[in-house]
């Protein structure tokens, strides 16, 4: 058994509680492991079913006509996440550009969206519209109507609420299945099947879109598999295994992703463009190892959920609760707790160990954001990462780790600094008061 006091330098009370949060936490690996094994055999029968040799490996330049390698790869995706068609590109920035590149194809002027589990990520408001002073290029400044249904006491979906705003007429919902910066659960498979059927009930014409980021390979089932007509993501989140570098994907109905592959590149060339240089092998290996990754990235978050759970924190999900995406929140409650954590997080990155995360703004956001990744590939996030919005109640949202080991070291190297300013908080009130 590891001797974690000497190993980390820490206390006595720390060191039992990663002992006992390890141990506990074991009978839930075991079940995890089974879901790893059920997906690991999903990708590999498509990698099989489609014939995949060295020859998709190569890439393409200039347009991209006839990348046999991008097009087998997004055949792939069709049938790993159960969908008609793909479109599974280096050319998607991020997973808010293809999210929003989904919406402004499918939405025209007139039309509504209607968010199913009250404000989407914060990034994505600003593609609606809902917030920045600049308006212009949003779909609200294209005319597109915008509603959202407020989520219930508990942060599960309103279903009685939706049905209401269903009858008054919404061509697209759109459901963000992961948390985001929202303390709520995860929206389950179980609740995306009620939604899927609520919708064909009430308003069959909607297009049911979900939001899929940290979603991917968390269950044995995807969104489509449950009614979605179309999900979304980033291949530097769960599919992409740690070894993409850049890209997004969409997946659902053939007349649907070739409405999205008509914005993304331009009508009447679609699909048929769009060259992969020399990353179709990423993106192969990427996918294959997704389920192994995304299963080390929970084992992390359960680790780390009963580990805080045990230091007296408020966590969400906690560590014996069903998941639904990888990411773990933990209410810290005080800044520099936060700023304790994410420097130890950060610190136990491969990569810029020796940076200190401090508060700063970012693309698309509204607050201040405290940012620890000291990942291979910049806001890889199915790497160990830790973020938060630098305001109260000050929850960081952890997530990733390409292997539980380094996950848990993170994870550790967190908890020792956060031990050691409560510890210091401690010590000021005691002298203080004397």
């Given at each position: 058994m590891i001797?974690?006091?000497s190993y980390f330098n820490i206390p006595w009370e720390l060191a039992r509680y990663i002992e006992e949060a390890e141990e506990r936490v074991l009978p839930y690996f075991r079940e995890l492991g089974n879901k790893v094994f059920y997906n690991q055999g999903k990708v590999l029968n498509a990698f099989k079913e489609l014939k995949v040799s060295e020859f998709n490996f190569s890439g393409s330049t200039g347009y991209g006509y006839g990348d046999s390698g991008r097009d087998t790869l997004e055949n792939i995706y069709a049938k790993v996440f159960g969908t008609e068609d793909s479109l599974v590109r280096m050319q998607f920035v991020s997973g808010t550009h293809a999210i929003a590149v989904c919406l402004f194809a499918l939405l025209d002027t007139g039309d509504t969206i209607l968010s199913a589990a009250g404000p989407p990520y914060s990034t994505l408001q600003k593609v609606i519209g809902l917030k920045g002073e600049e308006k212009?290029?949003?779909?609200m400044n294209k005319g597109?109507?915008?509603?959202?249904?407020?989520l219930g006491?508990?942060?599960?979906?309103?279903f009685p609420a939706l049905e209401r705003k269903l009858r008054e007429g919404a061509e697209l919902v759109l459901l963000q299945r992961s948390r985001g910066y929202s303390w709520r659960p995860s929206v389950s498979l179980a609740e995306i099947n009620n939604i899927s059927e609520l919708i064909k009930k009430v308003s069959p014409g909607s297009i049911f879109f979900v939001d899929n980021c940290y979603g991917e390979f968390v269950d044995t089932k995807e969104p489509p598999e449950k009614g979605a007509d179309l999900i979304a993501g980033s291949l530097i989140k769960n599919p992409g295994g740690g070894l993409a570098p850049l890209g997004g994907y969409a997946a659902g109905q053939k007349v649907l992703i070739e409405k999205?592959?008509?914005?993304?590149?331009a009508p009447g060339l679609g699909k048929e463009v769009g060259a992969s240089l020399n990353i179709n092998r990423a993106f192969y290996q990427g996918l294959f190892l997704a389920p192994h990754m995304v299963g080390e990235a929970i084992k992390g978050a359960v680790f780390a959920s009963c580990l805080f759970e045990k230091m007296g924190f408020e966590v969400s999900?906690?560590?014996?609760?069903?998941?639904?995406?990888?990411?773990?929140?933990?209410?810290?409650k005080d800044p520099d707790l936060l700023l304790s954590f994410c420097r130890g997080i950060q610190c136990q990155g491969p990569v810029d160990?020796?940076?200190t995360p401090e508060p700063g703004w970012m693309p698309g956001y509204e607050d201040k954001i405290v940012m620890a990744a000291g990942t291979f590939f910049q806001g890889a996030s199915l790497e160990l990462s830790a973020d938060a919005p630098y305001k109260s109640p000050y929850i960081v949202y952890l997530q990733g780790g390409l292997t539980y080991e380094h996950a848990k070291l993170g994870i550790i190297e967190g908890a020792k600094e956060v031990f050691k300013r409560l510890n210091r908080n401690k010590n000021n009130v005691i002298n203080q008061d004397n």
């Open positions: 001797d974690y006091k212009k290029g949003t779909l597109i109507n915008y509603r959202e249904v407020n006491p508990e942060g599960n979906i309103d999205v592959a008509d914005r993304l590149t999900p906690r560590h014996d609760e069903p998941r639904s995406d990888i990411v773990q929140a933990i209410k810290l160990s020796f940076i």
